[in-house]
C-alpha cells in the first residue's frame, strides 16, 4: 500500500516566549519613575550630592482632583477626567491667557484618574515638592499636581514667562541641557545670561537690567538663594 505521509513539523521560532511566561507578565505597563526631592535635586546640582539618574520609565500622576499637563509629554490616561484648555493663573484667578504655546499648549484635567507623563530620553526629571517654593520657566514644564499652590508671571523688565510653585507635590520639568546651580547671595547680585535661566529656589529676584556696553548679560538676580542654568546654550 501507498506509504503514510509524515506531517511536516512546526517548530516555534526561537524567539517566542511560552505561553506561561506570557501570562505571568500580566497587562503591559511602563516602568514607573519616582520623583526626586526638590532639595536633593539642587543640592546634586551645587556639587553636594549625587547626581540623579535620568528617569528610564513614565511618571504616573494619580488625580484626584485636578492636574496641568503639556500635550508633548502625555503618554496616556485612564479613569473618569475631563480634559479642557489650561490657562494662566495670577493672584489665584485663572486668566483669559493660555498656558504655553500653539505648539505644545497645556492641559486642565479634572476628575479622577491617572495619566502616565514622560519627556525625551535623559532630558527631563520629576521633582517633589515637600513645603518648597520653586520658581521656573513656563516652557520647562511637562506637568504639575493640583495639589501645588501655583501662580504664573514674568521676569520683570525681562518677558521671560514663569510659573511659580509652592506646597506639596510633583512638578516634572524639561531639563534639555545638563544644568548647574549658582548660589546667590544677599548683598552680591549675580549678572544672567537670559537665555540659559531655567528657575530658581529661596528669596530671589531676578530682573532685566541693561548694561553699558557690550555686555553677555541681561538678566540681574539679588537676594538669597539658588539660580538653576543651562550649562550649554540651546
Known amino acids: 500500500g501507498a506509504e503514510a505521509r509524515a506531517e511536516p513539523r512546526v517548530e516555534a521560532p526561537a524567539h517566542a516566549m511560552p505561553a506561561p511566561v506570557v501570562e505571568a507578565l500580566g497587562p503591559p505597563q511602563p516602568r514607573e519613575v519616582e520623583p526626586i526631592p526638590l532639595l536633593s535635586f539642587v543640592l546634586s546640582r551645587l556639587g553636594q550630592a549625587p547626581a540623579p539618574q535620568p528617569p528610564t520609565g513614565a511618571l504616573r500622576l494619580t488625580i484626584s482632583d485636578e492636574a496641568h499637563a503639556r500635550a508633548d509629554a502625555i503618554l496616556a490616561g485612564a479613569g473618569e477626567l475631563k480634559w479642557e484648555p489650561g490657562f494662566r493663573r495670577a493672584q489665584g484667578r485663572c486668566s483669559t491667557e493660555r498656558l504655553g504655546d500653539e505648539e505644545r ?92 535661566l531655567v528657575g530658581w529656589v529661596g528669596r530671589l529676584v531676578p530682573h532685566g537690567e541693561r548694561l553699558p556696553g557690550a555686555s553677555p548679560f541681561q538678566l540681574a538676580c539679588q537676594g538669597e538663594g539658588v539660580v538653576l542654568l543651562d550649562a550649554a546654550a540651546e
Request: proline share 5%; aromatic share 8%; net charge positive.
Open 105 to 196: 499648549p497645556y492641559f486642565r484635567l479634572t476628575g479622577a484618574g491617572e495619566i502616565w507623563i514622560a519627556g525625551a530620553p535623559g532630558r527631563w526629571l520629576p521633582l517633589r515638592l515637600a513645603d518648597d517654593v520653586l520658581y521656573v520657566r513656563e516652557d520647562r514644564v511637562l506637568a504639575f499636581e493640583g495639589s501645588l499652590t501655583w501662580e504664573a508671571g514674568t521676569v520683570p523688565n525681562a518677558g521671560l514667562r514663569m510659573l511659580q510653585f509652592r506646597g506639596r507635590g510633583t512638578v516634572a520639568l524639561d531639563l534639555r541641557d545638563a544644568s548647574i546651580a549658582l548660589k546667590v547671595t544677599d548683598g552680591k547680585p549675580t549678572l544672567l545670561a537670559g537665555a540659559r
